[in-house]
Nanobody, 121 residues
């Protein structure tokens, strides 16, 4: 059984930064692709960043150049560094374990509880 626990969210002013963490328990972490999703009120959950088992990364256009995903297989943890935050980044951020091809991320039904990111002055 895989369990994920996100942390690092909070209230930040526009232009600020946050580092989200997702600690993963269970076996096989290094073999999973990992994704960060976000869901704003009234909107669908969207994939914003993914990192493959081979450390290849991919980003949604809306976050390119501002978000950086990374993973530490020794710590079973995936990170999301968020810079230059905008009010439209406000959402609950979730991490996910899944698999990825060159073109598509396929989420498994392994989700954390989410961490709230609020960008406001």
């Amino acid at each position: 059984q895989v369990q994920l626990v996100e942390s690092g969210g909070g209230l930040v002013q526009p232009g600020g930064s946050l580092r989200l963490s997702c600690a993963v328990s269970g076996t096989g972490f290094s073999a999973y692709a990992m994704g960060w999703f976000r869901q704003a009120p009234g909107k669908q959950r969207e994939l914003v960043a993914q990192i493959g088992s081979g450390f290849t990364t991919k980003y949604a256009d809306s976050v390119k150049g501002r978000f950086t995903i990374s993973r530490d297989n020794a710590k079973n943890t995936v990170y999301l560094q968020i810079n230059s935050l905008k009010p439209e980044d406000t959402a609950v951020y979730y991490c996910n374990a899944g698999r990825a091809t060159l073109s598509t991320y396929y989420p498994y039904d392994y989700w954390g509880q989410g961490t709230q990111v609020t960008v406001s002055s």
